[in-house]
């Protein structure tokens, strides 16, 4: 989360971030990353792994100091690692955002990762079926919560028209496009 965000946010200059809005309509404690960034060796090696351990372990300390029930991960650069720190007692809710990647898959498969966590919210009917298909039928509870977008912001002005007619359209990303959408653009 970049520092001051608040305030970029309040003057109308960057989208509300979704983790955040959910933390505050939650009244839920946010952890951000950041405060586990320093630059160090184990740093290094958290990247190499691309696995957030000093957040897992601290995290999981804080569950356990102020008795939480349940702990909401936003990637499973923390949900791999603090999957078994957890008591079972406490509900484990993950975002999904790359658990495709062959070598965290093969690791969620042989720890059995995916036993643990209560429920994994996949960002398209797409990658819920291919996180279906790839995890073992253990796993608990599969999702789709689509991405959320700030239509405050992202509300054009009605004033505003283009200066010249485009014959270009632009789609970012890599396995959560709505190509449908797309397709129909373009046509």
């Known amino acids: 989360t970049p520092t001051g965000i608040d305030d970029v946010i309040g003057a109308g200059l960057h989208p509300r971030i979704d983790y955040l809005e959910l933390a505050r309509y939650m009244e839920a404690d946010y952890v951000d990353v950041n405060r586990f960034q320093a630059k160090s060796a184990v740093r290094w090696f958290e990247n190499k792994l691309r696995l957030d351990l000093r957040q897992a372990i601290w995290i999981a300390g804080l569950v356990r100091r102020?008795?939480?029930?349940?702990?909401?991960?936003?990637?499973?650069?923390?949900?791999?690692?603090?999957?078994?720190?957890?008591?079972?007692?406490?509900?484990?809710?993950?975002?999904?955002?790359?658990?495709?990647?062959?070598?965290?898959?093969?690791?969620?498969?042989?720890?059995?990762?995916?036993?643990?966590?209560?429920?994994?919210?996949?960002?398209?009917?797409?990658?819920?079926?291919?996180?279906?298909?790839?995890?073992?039928?253990?796993?608990?509870?599969?999702?789709?919560?689509?991405?959320?977008?700030?239509?405050?912001?992202?509300?054009?002005?009605?004033?505003?028209?283009?200066?010249?007619?485009?014959d270009h359209i632009l789609s970012l990303g890599l396995s959560k496009r709505d190509f449908p959408t797309l397709i129909k653009a373009m046509k």
Not at 71 to 82: G, T
Not at 126 to 151: F, G, I, N, W
């Open 66 to 166: 102020r008795s939480y029930e349940s702990v909401m991960m936003m990637s499973e650069r923390v949900a791999i690692p603090i999957a078994h720190l957890l008591p079972g007692s406490v509900r484990q809710l993950v975002v999904e955002h790359n658990l495709l990647m062959p070598h965290r898959l093969r690791m969620v498969r042989m720890a059995r990762i995916h036993r643990r966590w209560d429920v994994l919210l996949a960002s398209s009917q797409a990658e819920m079926s291919a996180v279906h298909k790839a995890l073992p039928p253990e796993m608990k509870r599969l999702e789709m919560v689509l991405y959320p977008v700030d239509t405050k912001f992202f509300q054009p002005d009605s004033n505003w028209r283009p200066a010249v007619q485009t």
